[in-house]
């Protein structure tokens, strides 16, 4: 699709009316009666009031456009049984028009509202038509003989407004269409209906690449949208020259796809030359991700994992028989052009990953982190090309919410982080958690299986995924990419999933990969590495006809599994998959030639060496150094005013309440939530982690939690890696995990790689991973990386902020065992754990102060390992209430942050915190130090408030001996958290309401929220 | 898990694209001692006999078809026209059906909740769009009533997961609720926990506020049983407080044990009542 985006100025009606083109087709718009509210017309309202247009009233309208080949009757009878709702909706039904003709009586603009319809784009997948073209097949209404079943769907609103028709149709455009994937017409301009897409030549296409010079080679990848540098292309050439031919289209297209940064992970793979910031000697590093990463988990060889780095998903022992089976994705660059397809694509690409890992797990857990920019940036500080930061994260969480609770998959965890560099180049991170009997974890591809796809048809969408996520975005990315927009689909990933799970049990196939980023090119070319295969692709069912061969091949559309099948076992296979209503279709077959051959209705398209294509990639040199900026450090300036400056933190963005979020997502669905996000007396407490139960039979718990934290990376990248771990470890920990049954998943978002300082901050980064793996004694068993997160406006390169994702896994002994952060009861005794230290840089508390600099905290890597356990060994032997994790905001926040979710009060002493180098001993470094202050909001790692009952007082001391922990003071009845000063005075109290009006102030708060 | 003494009542749970709540309220229906099978439509199109011996049919939660035009819309219409016989078959021999969820969408989308013999276009209820205007999962407190199913009733609340985005219980006009009431159809409201003082029957003056009742339906409703009783339909997942550590508050020492996994009363009750009846009408 190339065509212009629709920020366009739209024609302005009614003078458009009289061109004579009508939509030929039957339009039916359903609204709400009146009295049942229409919250969708408030919100589009809602939307255009922030872009200063003044409405009186906006009503929201489905519409649904028909075959001209019904009669009336059949119309009026489809809307009444089938389309409208008859206690709720009012039907409007326009009859078509013909192409040429006399024009409808134009409406009375001077009274009629504004009518602005939103409809999909030719090509652009559209769910909902597909679902109701099925219903009236399956309850024959059908259109006379000769037209065919083509159903449309669109949203419309009905505006209004004294605002002229320009100026609306512009607020409408960028209020409720995404160019990208829509189009916008207004009151009486015709619908778009039944348009018959491009065409394409199928058959065999050769690219004229031996004779091509530097130049040359170069602006083929450009304008093929391959990706690939000029090192690349030339390996490229210099293989077809020895082989005396030019490549097809097919072949270049599939070498692109999996030489691609996203499939090859080609920076962290090559070999990379580090220049440490000591000084010393440079060291040449042969693939940073095995040196460091994959290095951890073998030398850790810990029991419990049973398939890392190999698989679509790392994979760990459970219990009595079953393996859990994790992968957390990047779906970043199509999140920023579509946030709502993007981050919904983004979730079923990685539910696929679970699918497809072992002989195919069940996923029974979500999670998704985003990193946006502020939701109150003034429009004009958006780079131009980019969506408003309130926009992206309403449509990724939407998008998220969609497809995971349309697929019955609880979303247990996740988190959001704001900052400014995050505008353009939005972060969307999406996790799935398997189960699967152990006895699935293998799997196998043996020449003479049959390659099979189940699920979805193959169209033109999502072309160039890969290789369009491993470059830059730019101002003008949405135009020139729009084809790399994927719509998702959840129930066709549902029926696909439904018929795995028996198609599985019963032994139908042995090999198994998802369709995602490349397509069939990579999944074929993946699974068919080590002995070789053929592919038909005119076999491949698609959605509409017109495709190239090469479009075929690489085309993203989703809902796709590739299955290796024996061919005895093929008849049964597809009679499974037709029962759930999907199709299952021989592409090809595995073969022993070491050879990828692909034909279109018998010509040859492509053959390739898979030996060349997986391993003939240049590994491209990197170099790296790192110069950490030159900042002084603040110390701890003081604070006058405490109670305010908690009020602060709690409701900046990082720290304030995402219940608005959470609660949009099905966290109860399939019924094993044992410790959930939302925790308390009142369920607006922010849990530490997510603890599922996963079998009946079993008293163990599965724990997700996860750390990041991009304001430590600036200046610090060592530590920020290290503080993630911990920090996600320790979130476990709080909630009941065993941490010697953990593991870990890596996920970078990085900039340009190319920049030797970007690339340093990598390699510090993956060097980290493996200390933090190693001191903790935490394999990882997986990870991703997204490199090249910059958005060009002109000359100037927006950088994304060094991003590292942790995810952890653990298992939790026995969920009876399980706790919550809420305070329980007066009277128990709170402690923190762990030593205090001035770890201000990247604090909140110096972010609140507008500082910066600082040293950013780090873990004790000697002393963290420990004290994780013997907390894990406290908690275990039943001595705790409650648990809380110190982190963005420090002890004030969390002490906050248990007293809103328990309702109850607490009384501290902060002479009593243990600080690194003793009581009255000011930091190193620091110029000024505000005693207090740094007690409150200092970010030091492992660290933990801790709730104890009186009676458990002493085992638990017992099960701590030997680490840092004091005792800070009692919870109290009544609700307020009292806070004395190192000199023994009061230093400030608060009401534990005001504290969770605070913490619930997000200007997007679900819309009646409770009183309190 | 523990599971109850086998029984021999036999429950399916009818299942299609979309249905994501099936595997826990199969075990729900398990763990209360009931032979609970799942089957999908097309299974059972293709052999509607497995309907026959079935006592309790379940429709249970999900997204079937995608909530596609409306939640539960296409199900109930591909219900209607591919298992319309042995459906009406099973309800004229006295079958249980029960919709949860997504389920309950479908029964009022197949009109099977009021007056029998009525087409789905002259229905006067309706579930629709939250009154929030978007999908929420939260927990809720049920008080369960004297009414038509006489199964459902209960002393004691119960606390319950709700998670949807079309739950909110509407009806043509006031007179069709106080109908509703009248023939004891009102099975199910949302309730206070801290204010036990209130009327036990359910009324459309009582109005509470959100998130008590968490979608803004009218009267509080938030499931409702057809006027013969045997067929009950409910937004609120009872099957997802089914083991001791589902409830929100398990982990704080002052619940009441009696809360953690309560759901499967709803089911012992269901399942009890099958058995009682069996006893007392041997077929």
């Not at chain 1, 119309?75 to 003709?101: F, K, Y």
């Not at chain 1, 297209?253 to 996203?262: K, M, N, R, V």
């Not at chain 1, 419990?304 to 957390?328: E, H, M, Q, T, Y």
């Given at each position: 699709?190339?065509?212009?985006?629709?920020?366009?100025?739209?024609?302005?009606?009614?003078?458009?009316?009289?061109?004579?083109?009508?939509?030929?087709?039957?339009?039916?718009?359903?609204?709400?009666?009146?009295?049942?509210?229409?919250?969708?017309?408030?919100?589009?309202?809602?939307?255009?009031?922030?872009?200063?247009?003044?409405?009186?009233?906006?009503?929201?309208?489905?519409?649904?456009?028909?075959?001209?080949?019904?009669?009336?009757?059949?119309?009026?009878?489809?809307?009444?049984?089938?389309?409208?709702?008859?206690?709720?909706?009012?039907?409007?039904?326009?009859?078509?028009?013909?192409?040429?003709?006399?024009?409808?009586?134009?409406?009375?603009?001077?009274?009629?509202?504004?009518?602005?319809?939103?409809?999909?784009?030719?090509?652009?997948?559209?769910?909902?038509?597909r679902t109701i073209e099925g219903l009236l097949e399956h309850t024959q209404l059908l259109p006379a003989e000769g037209s065919k079943n083509l159903v449309a769907t669109y949203r419309s609103f009905e505006i209004d407004t004294e605002t002229s028709s320009a100026e609306l149709a512009r607020a409408a455009a960028k209020a409720f269409a995404n160019p990208t994937i829509e189009i916008l017409r207004m009151d009486d301009d015709p619908l778009p209906y039944g348009i018959e897409l491009p065409s394409s030549r199928r058959g065999r296409v050769e690219v004229a690449l031996c004779r091509a010079g530097a130049g040359e080679l170069e602006a083929l990848s450009l304008e093929g949208g391959l990706?690939?540098?000029?090192?690349?292309?030339?390996?490229?050439?210099?293989?077809?020259?020895?082989?005396?031919?030019?490549?097809?289209?097919?072949?270049?297209?599939?070498?692109?796809?999996?030489?691609?940064?996203?499939?090859?992970?080609?920076?962290?793979?090559?070999?990379?030359?580090?220049?440490?910031?000591?000084?010393?000697?440079?060291?040449?590093?042969?693939?940073?991700?095995?040196?460091?990463?994959?290095?951890?988990?073998?030398?850790?060889?810990?029991?419990?994992?049973?398939?890392?780095?190999?698989?679509?998903?790392?994979?760990?022992?459970?219990?009595?028989?079953?393996?859990?089976?994790?992968?957390?994705?990047?779906?970043?660059?199509?999140?920023?052009?579509?946030?709502?397809?993007?981050?919904?694509?983004?979730i079923g690409g990685v539910i696929r990953d679970i699918l497809g890992a072992g002989r195919g797990s069940f996923p029974i857990a979500n999670t998704d982190c985003f990193f946006v920019g502020p939701q109150d940036l003034p429009p004009e500080r958006i780079p131009k090309g980019a969506l408003h930061p309130r926009r992206i994260l309403r449509g990724v969480v939407a998008g998220v919410r969609d497809y995971g609770n349309r697929m019955g998959i609880p979303t247990v965890n996740g988190g959001v982080w704001f900052d400014e560099r995050y505008t353009a180049n939005p972060l969307v991170f999406c996790g799935t958690l398997g189960l699967l009997p152990h006895e699935f974890a293998n799997k196998e591809v043996r020449p003479g299986d049959l390659i099979v796809t189940v699920g979805g048809r193959t169209g033109r969408d999502g072309i160039h995924g890969a290789t369009f996520s491993s470059i830059e975005l730019s101002e003008d990315s949405d135009e020139l990419s729009s084809s790399a927009v994927q719509i998702g689909d959840p129930i066709a990933e549902k029926r696909v999933l439904d018929g795995l799970m028996i198609a599985r049990d019963r032994g139908l196939y042995r090999g198994i990969t998802d369709c995602g980023a490349g397509g069939f090119s990579s999944a074929v070319g993946e699974m068919g590495e080590a002995c070789g295969a053929e592919v038909d692709l005119e076999r491949a069912p698609l959605k509409y006809a017109g495709l190239a061969s090469h479009e075929v091949w690489i085309s993203e559309a989703q809902e796709r599994m590739v299955l290796g099948v024996p061919p005895e076992k093929l008849d049964e296979l597809i009679e499974v998959f037709a029962e759930e209503d999907v199709e299952a279709s021989v592409i090809g077959r595995f073969t022993d030639t070491g050879k990828l051959v692909l034909h279109d209705d018998g010509e040859l398209v492509g053959e390739l060496d898979m030996h060349f294509l997986h391993q003939g990639a240049p590994r491209p040199l990197q170099h790296a150094s790192w110069t950490p900026p030159e900042e002084d450090d603040p110390g701890c300036p003081p604070c006058t005013d405490h109670g305010a400056m908690l009020d602060a933190l709690l409701r900046a963005p990082n720290v304030r309440s995402k219940e608005w979020i959470i609660r949009q997502y099905d966290h109860e669905v399939q019924g094993r939530s044992v410790i959930k996000p939302l925790v308390g007396l009142r369920g607006d407490g922010p849990g530490d982690a997510a603890c599922l139960k996963p079998l009946d039979e079993s008293q163990k718990g599965a724990v997700i939690a996860c750390g990041a934290n991009p304001l430590y990376g600036e200046s610090d990248p060592e530590a920020m890696t290290l503080a993630a771990i911990d920090e996600a470890l320790r979130n476990a920990v709080c909630v009941g995990a065993d941490p010697d049954h953990a593991c870990l998943l890596d996920n970078f978002s990085w900039g340009d790689c190319s920049d030797p300082n970007e690339m340093g901050a990598l390699v510090l980064t993956a060097k980290a991973c493996y200390r933090g793996a190693m001191a903790y004694r935490t394999p990882f068993v997986s990870g991703k990386d997204s490199l090249n997160n910059t958005y060009r406006v002109g000359d100037e390169i927006h950088s994304i902020p060094k991003t590292l994702l942790i995810t952890a896994l653990a298992v939790a002994p026995d969920v009876e065992r399980c706790l919550t952060m809420d305070l329980k009861a007066t009277g128990n005794l709170i402690y923190l754990v762990g030593e205090t230290a001035a770890d201000l840089g990247g604090s909140h508390y110096l972010l609140e102060r507008k500082l910066r600099g600082g040293r950013v905290p780090r873990p004790d890597l000697e002393r963290a390992p420990g004290l994780l356990r013997a907390l894990a060994r406290a908690i275990a032997e039943r001595t705790v209430a409650s648990a809380h994790d110190l982190s963005e905001g420090g002890l004030a926040v969390a002490a906050a942050e248990m007293c809103l979710a328990g309702d109850r009060g607490l009384a501290l002493d902060l002479a009593q915190v243990p600080v690194a180098g003793g009581q009255g001993a000011p930091p190193a470094g620091a110029e000024a130090c505000d005693p207090d202050a740094l007690r409150l909001y200092s970010e030091s790692c492992t660290r933990f408030l801790v709730e104890v009952p009186p009676a458990d007082r002493e085992a638990f001391e017992t099960a701590l001996r030997g680490f840092p922990y004091a005792r800070l003071g009692r919870v109290r009845r009544e609700p307020r958290l009292q806070v004395r000063g190192v000199s023994g005075t009061t230093l400030f109290e608060s009401d534990v309401a005001e504290l969770r009006r605070a913490f619930t102030s997000s200007p997007q708060a679900l819309p009646h929220s409770p009183p309190v | 898990?523990?599971?109850?003494?086998?029984?021999?009542?036999?429950?399916?749970?009818?299942?299609?694209?979309?249905?994501?709540?099936?595997?826990?309220?199969?075990?729900?229906?398990?763990?209360?001692?009931?032979?609970?099978?799942?089957?999908?439509?097309?299974?059972?199109?293709?052999?509607?006999?497995?309907?026959?011996?079935?006592?309790?049919?379940?429709?249970?939660?999900?997204?079937?078809?995608?909530?596609?035009?409306?939640?539960?819309?296409?199900?109930?219409?591909?219900?209607?026209?591919?298992?319309?016989?042995?459906?009406?078959?099973?309800?004229?021999?006295?079958?249980?059906?029960?919709?949860?969820?997504?389920?309950?969408?479908?029964?009022?989308?197949?009109?099977?909740?009021?007056d029998p013999g009525f087409t789905p276009s002259e229905r006067g209820i309706a579930l629709t769009a939250n009154a929030s205007g978007r999908f929420e999962c939260r927990w809720v407190t049920l008080r369960l009533h004297e009414c038509a199913a006489e199964w459902v009733h209960s002393q004691e609340l119960l606390d319950t997961p709700v998670?949807?985005?079309?739950?909110?219980?509407?009806?043509?006009?006031?007179?069709?609720?106080?109908?509703?009431?009248?023939?004891?159809?009102?099975?199910?409201?949302?309730?206070?926990?801290?204010?036990?003082?209130?009327?036990?029957?359910?009324?459309?003056?009582?109005?509470?506020?959100?998130?008590?009742?968490?979608?803004?339906?009218?009267?509080?409703?938030?499931?409702?049983?057809?006027?013969?009783?045997?067929?009950?339909?409910?937004?609120?997942?009872?099957?997802?407080?089914?083991?001791?550590?589902?409830?929100?508050?398990?982990?704080r020492p002052d619940l009441d044990r009696r809360h953690r996994g309560e759901g499967l009363g709803l089911f012992r009750r269901m399942v009890a009542f099958v058995e009682r009846e069996r006893i007392s009408r041997p077929s």
């Open positions: 699709m190339t065509q212009p985006a629709s920020t366009a100025p739209l024609p302005t009606s009614p003078s458009s009316s009289e061109s004579g083109a009508r939509t030929p087709a039957w339009r039916v718009e359903i609204s709400r009666r009146e009295r049942f509210g229409d919250p969708v017309g408030l919100r589009a309202g809602e939307d255009l009031r922030e872009l200063g247009i003044v409405t009186a009233r906006v009503r929201s309208v489905r519409g649904i456009l028909l075959s001209p080949g019904y009669g009336a009757e059949t119309v009026q009878e489809i809307a009444r049984s089938h389309l409208a709702d008859p206690v709720v909706d009012v039907v409007r039904i326009t009859p078509p028009a013909p192409a040429r003709g006399p024009a409808e009586p134009a409406e009375d603009r001077e009274r009629a509202p504004h009518r602005i319809h939103v409809l999909r784009r030719p090509g652009v997948s559209d769910p909902v038509a990706a690939l540098d000029l090192t690349e292309m030339e390996a490229i050439q210099d293989h077809f020259v020895a082989l005396q031919r030019e490549p097809t289209a097919c072949e270049l297209e599939t070498i692109a796809q999996t030489w691609s940064e996203h499939c090859k992970h080609k920076t962290l793979t090559g070999i990379c030359e580090f220049h440490p910031p000591d000084g010393g000697a440079p060291e040449r590093i042969d693939n940073l991700l095995k040196e460091t990463i994959v290095r951890a988990t073998r030398e850790l060889d810990r029991d419990f994992c049973v398939s890392v780095f190999v698989d679509n998903a790392g994979i760990i022992a459970f219990d009595r028989g079953f393996d859990l089976c994790i992968k957390v994705e990047t779906h970043n660059h199509p999140s920023a052009l579509d946030p709502y397809g993007g981050a919904g694509t983004g | 898990m523990r599971s109850a003494t086998a029984t021999d009542v036999r429950a399916l749970v009818l299942r299609s694209a979309g249905t994501n709540c099936d595997g826990e309220t199969v075990a729900a229906l398990r763990n209360v001692g009931a032979d609970c099978r799942l089957a999908h439509l097309n299974a059972i199109e293709r052999d509607p006999s497995r309907l026959a011996d079935t006592d309790i049919l379940v429709l249970a939660g999900g997204f079937s078809y995608g909530d596609d035009i409306a939640a539960g819309r296409v199900f109930a219409r591909e219900i209607a026209h591919r298992l319309g016989d042995p459906l009406r078959a099973h309800i004229e021999r006295g079958g249980l059906l029960l919709g949860i969820c997504n389920g309950f969408q479908i029964l009022l989308e197949l009109g099977l909740l009021q998670a949807h985005a079309e739950g909110r219980f509407v009806a043509r006009d006031l007179d069709v609720v106080q109908e509703l009431i009248d023939r004891r159809q009102v099975a199910f409201t949302y309730a206070d926990p801290n204010a036990p003082s209130i009327s036990t029957g359910p009324s459309h003056q009582e109005a509470l506020s959100y998130p008590l009742n968490p979608n803004g339906s009218v009267a509080n409703i938030a499931g409702i049983t057809d006027p013969s009783g045997r067929i009950v339909g409910l937004m609120p997942h009872p099957e997802r407080n089914r083991t001791p550590w589902n409830h929100p508050h398990w982990t």
